[in-house]
């Protein structure tokens, strides 16, 4: 069952994808699934090999095409079943609506590889369901389920998984024939009344300080090698 996980190419097709629905006048509303998973997060193997500034790097990358799916001028349903983990997690967390299957389960385990969310996770989690749980789910690294997500505002709604396109697409159909400038210009203000650019380029910084300490590597490496990390502070 494929996981959908996160890499530089994946990252950039999504964003060409992205541009080129901006552009087509005939499209009013964007749906972004991904099958049994919505998206498991990074690929942590691959993260095992680069350094800090290849981080830099791929964390500026998912801010790009993140920050692509919340500010244009579409609005964006993320319908998300199965894994919706990290990278996966912060990609809904960019859309403008998110419905879940009953399968869906959702989290920022960053932690527990030493890292901290690097796809705007810090900053898109604690305005949707506040800075207590936000704080509650990337400090603990726990995976809720899609009951719970519903229950603090992750999510807008929950279906049954053999539902959840065709409910997905009704909402679609629904925004689809609302008047799209207006629809835009609703977009833009509630964005901009929840500002976050410092915020965003602070956690950049910060993810890339995480590559340098001890602790990241030998989170990675727990994680690769399906230990138990010991972490130490530094």
């Known amino acids: 069952?494929?996981?959908?996980?996160?890499?530089?190419?994946?990252?950039?097709?999504?964003g060409g994808s992205l541009a080129d629905l901006e552009k087509d006048d005939q499209i009013r509303a964007i749906?972004?699934?991904g099958g049994k998973n919505f998206c498991a997060g990074a690929n942590?193997?691959?993260?095992?090999?680069?350094?800090?500034?290849?981080?830099?790097?791929?964390?500026?990358?998912?801010?790009?095409?993140?920050?692509?799916?919340e500010?244009?001028?579409?609005?964006?349903?993320?319908?998300?079943a199965g894994y919706a983990l990290g990278g996966g997690c912060e990609l809904a967390l960019a859309c403008d609506i998110r419905i879940a299957g009953e399968s869906a389960k959702f989290g920022q385990p960053e932690v527990n590889l030493g890292l901290i969310p690097g796809f705007g996770g810090t900053q898109r989690l604690s305005r949707l369901v506040g800075v207590g749980k936000a704080k509650e789910m990337i400090f603990t690294g726990e995976i809720i389920d899609a009951k719970?997500?519903?229950?603090?505002?992750?999510?807008?709604?929950?279906?049954?998984?053999e539902e959840l396109m065709a409910k997905a697409e009704e909402m679609a159909t629904i925004i689809a024939q609302?008047?799209?400038?207006?629809?835009?210009?609703?977009?833009?203000?509630?964005?901009?009344?929840?500002?976050?650019?410092?915020?965003?380029?602070?956690?950049?910084?910060?993810?890339v300080q995480c590559f340098a300490t001890q602790d990241?590597?030998?989170?990675?490496?727990?994680?690769?090698?399906?230990?138990?990390?010991?972490?130490?502070?530094?």
């Open 178 to 207: 609302k008047a799209p400038v207006a629809v835009k210009m609703v977009k833009k203000l509630i964005n901009e009344n929840q500002e976050i650019k410092k915020g965003l380029e602070k956690e950049i910084a910060f993810f």
């Open 44 to 69: 942590i193997k691959k993260m095992k090999e680069i350094n800090p500034k290849e981080a830099e790097a791929f964390s500026r990358l998912g801010h790009e095409v993140y920050n692509q799916v």
């Open 1 to 14: 069952m494929p996981l959908n996980v996160l890499e530089i190419k994946t990252l950039q097709e999504l």
């Open 31 to 33: 749906i972004i699934a």
């Open 71 to 80: 500010t244009m001028g579409k609005p964006v349903i993320a319908a998300i």
């Open 216 to 234: 990241c590597m030998e989170g990675i490496n727990a994680f690769v090698e399906k230990g138990k990390p010991r972490f130490k502070g530094v």
């Open 148 to 161: 719970e997500a519903e229950s603090i505002g992750l999510v807008n709604r929950v279906e049954k998984d």
